[in-house]
């Protein structure tokens, strides 16, 4: 390496003099979108679904359009990947001019970036159109995994477990896990979930747990703070019945939920699971099931959930940051959000707070033939404490995971 020459050394001490800018304030927001105007936002978002992807890439270009922020799409396959990126770089030293700008963030990940004093803000209760939103109605807005968000992430999509079926094969699906346990006996190989630490596998551990432990109020607690081996007992006993009666016996599990449609297609598999209402319908319009699939939930209740973007502390373009996610809770960004030829997600928006031709436009959105209305979904179950997930995942994993 080259040694700095004394011009080098001086300039860098001049620079190291000056103040780092101050964080931009999200209560100002003219000041944000001036700030943003010709920043690049690196955006951590999972790149598992070509769906998710070209939605990205569209709220990109709108944002790109309308106030001059680019966006660039860094696809994880993990967002742990992402987090460990910013522990490295608080670890370095690196406190400013992070190459992390935003995350599409939950649960486990959101409560250790939030513990370890990892992110931006408070910001998200100033974006305008948090205005759009209605907290007081769906708490899941402004709790992750029961982990309160205090304006530390912003929600852009609402998420609702549901199971798939084909009615031209399972035209009476089973709708608890005992009465999946037993379909499953009578129909081995039929039925299959994604292999944790996948977010949906780890989902199907979590309903589980929800549907077979005798008081689910106490999944609200961290783990450690439970019996934790008596409230998971049934859990286990469950997943040791079931095992070999799933799709290769349990020796082998799709990686992702995106894994399983073409299970589902090829007529592998009649039963799945998915996080999304509306993904079924997508799926349908987009030709990767057949349009004899629908979506049903438990007789007790299904999990629902927001998902969440987060800033972290040292993002170097925290203003374009706070803009795209402004922007992806926008009416415009929402409605095409849910439209089922796009992605099918729910719409963190309240439709009273809405313009009315907005309103309408939700109003008038066809949402697929395998879409459950709401009155069909029912209240959503909330989330166990992250810890659940954490745990019971990594004890699947010595249980299961190694064949």
Do not use: C
């Not at 620079?15 to 690196?42: K, Y």
């Not at 070209?54 to 790109?64: K, P």
């Not at 987090?83 to 406190?95: K, L, M, W």
Request: cysteine-free.
């Amino acid at each position: 390496m080259r040694p700095a020459s004394a011009l080098t050394v001086a300039a860098a001490l001049a620079l190291a003099a000056v103040p780092a800018l101050a964080d931009p304030d999200p209560a100002d927001w003219d000041a944000v979108l001036a700030e943003a105007r010709g920043q690049t936002v690196w955006f951590n978002a999972w790149g598992g679904s070509a769906q998710a992807n070209d939605f990205i890439a569209w709220a990109g270009t709108r944002v790109a359009e309308d106030f001059g922020v680019t966006v660039e799409h860094v696809k994880l396959s993990d967002t742990a990947d992402a987090v460990s990126r910013v522990i490295a770089e608080r670890t370095a030293g690196t406190d400013a001019g992070g190459a992390v700008d935003l995350i599409w963030i939950n649960g486990p990940n959101f409560a250790a970036m939030k513990d370890q004093g990892l992110l931006f803000g408070p910001w998200a209760e100033s974006l305008p159109n948090w205005a759009l939103v209605d907290p007081a109605a769906n708490a899941a807005l402004t709790a992750d995994f029961t982990v309160p968000t205090e304006g530390l992430e912003a929600p852009w999509a609402m998420a609702q477990v549901v199971f798939w079926h084909d009615t031209a094969r399972v035209p009476d699906p089973p709708r608890s896990m005992p009465a999946l346990l037993a379909w499953a006996e009578a129909n081995p190989g039929r039925f299959t979930y994604p292999q944790p630490p996948d977010f949906l596998g780890t989902t199907f551990l979590k309903q589980a747990l929800i549907g077979l432990v005798p008081d689910p109020a106490v999944l609200q607690a961290p783990a450690e703070a439970t019996e934790y081996d008596a409230v998971t007992a049934p859990l286990w006993a469950f997943l040791d019945a079931l095992t070999p009666h799933l799709w290769r016996e349990g020796r082998a599990y799709p990686a992702t939920g995106e894994a399983v449609k073409p299970l589902m297609a090829d007529g592998e598999v009649d039963l799945a699971i998915s996080f999304s209402p509306g993904a079924a319908s997508a799926a349908i319009a987009n030709g990767e099931l057949p349009d004899t699939v629908r979506s049903y939930v438990l007789d007790g209740g299904t999990i629902g959930n927001a998902s969440f973007v987060a800033i972290p502390y040292n993002a170097n373009a925290k203003a374009g940051a706070m803009v795209l996610a402004n922007f992806l809770m926008s009416p415009e960004a929402q409605l095409r959000m849910q439209d089922p030829a796009v992605l099918g997600w729910g719409t963190v928006l309240a439709m009273d707070r809405l313009a009315p031709d907005e309103a309408a436009a939700f109003a008038a959105l066809d949402l697929g033939i395998a879409t459950l209305g709401p009155a069909d979904l029912g209240t959503a179950l909330p989330e166990p404490h992250p810890s659940w997930m954490t745990r019971i995942a990594e004890d699947w994993a010595a249980r299961y995971g190694a064949k």
